[in-house]
C-alpha cells in the first residue's frame, strides 16, 4: 500500500526530479493562510482563495518542477516559514504544514529530510500514517474512499481509484523463472 501511494503521489516516479531536489507542488491557498493574506492583493498568484482542486495559479505555479521551484523561491522571499508549509514534498507529496506529525520539531528540519533522500521521505509519510488512526484503519480495511478523504481531502477526485488500481498492480505476485509465482 505505501508503494501505492507513492505511485499515486508522484505520478510513478521516485521523490525527485532530473535536477536531484525534491518534487514539490506548491499550494498558494495554504500559504495564504500562513501569512493571513497578507499578500493577496500584492502577489495574488503566491497567495490566493481555494475555488477548485488544481485550480488555474495552482496550474500556473506547478505546470513543471522549475515553475514550482521558482514559485516557491518567490514565496520564501516573503515568508520562509510559510512558503516551506504550503509546499507538498518528495514523493508521497506531504504537505510541510504536517512536519509536527511526520515527527520534525520544524518546516526547516522536515525540508531538510525531503531533501536528504527517500528514507526521510518514507519516514515522512508513516510518520503522518501513524497521527492518523482513521488512515490506518483505512489501510489496513482497504477502504480506499476513507484513504483518499483523508489523505487529499472531501475533493480528492479520482484519487480512490488511483490508489487501488496502483495497489492491485504492486500486490500481484510476480512469475519467478520457471513460470511460478512466489
Known amino acids: 500500500m505505501v508503494r501505492a501511494f507513492a505511485h499515486v503521489e508522484s505520478g510513478g516516479k521516485n521523490g525527485f526530479g532530473s535536477d536531484g531536489r525534491p518534487v ?15 499578500y493577496d492583493k500584492k502577489y495574488p498568484l503566491l497567495s490566493y482563495p481555494y475555488t477548485q482542486k488544481a485550480g ?3 496550474k500556473t505555479n506547478n505546470k513543471d518542477q ?4 521558482a514559485t516557491l ?11 516551506l508549509m504550503a509546499c507538498s514534498w518528495g514523493m508521497f507529496q506531504v504537505m510541510g504544514f504536517n512536519y509536527a506529525d511526520c515527527g520534525y520539531k520544524s518546516v526547516q528540519s522536515f525540508v531538510a529530510a525531503m531533501r536528504a533522500g527517500e528514507k526521510g521521505q ?20 482497504m477502504d480506499y474512499v476513507q484513504m ?10 479520482d484519487y480512490d481509484k488511483r490508489i487501488e488500481k496502483a495497489y492491485k498492480k504492486y500486490s500481484t505476485p510476480v512469475a519467478k523463472a520457471g513460470g511460478q509465482s512466489p
Open 122 to 141: 518514507l519516514e515522512a509519510f508513516v510518520g503522518f500514517c501513524k497521527k492518523r488512526n482513521a488512515l490506518v484503519t483505512a489501510l489496513r480495511e
Open 73 to 83: 523561491e518567490s514565496a520564501m522571499a516573503l515568508d520562509e516559514d510559510a512558503a
Open 66 to 69: 522549475v515553475a514550482a521551484w
Open 24 to 38: 514539490i507542488a506548491f499550494e498558494g491557498h495554504i500559504f495564504r493562510k500562513y501569512t493571513h493574506k497578507a
Open 148 to 157: 483518499a478523504t483523508i489523505y487529499n481531502g472531501k475533493d480528492y477526485g
Open 56 to 58: 488555474a495559479e495552482w
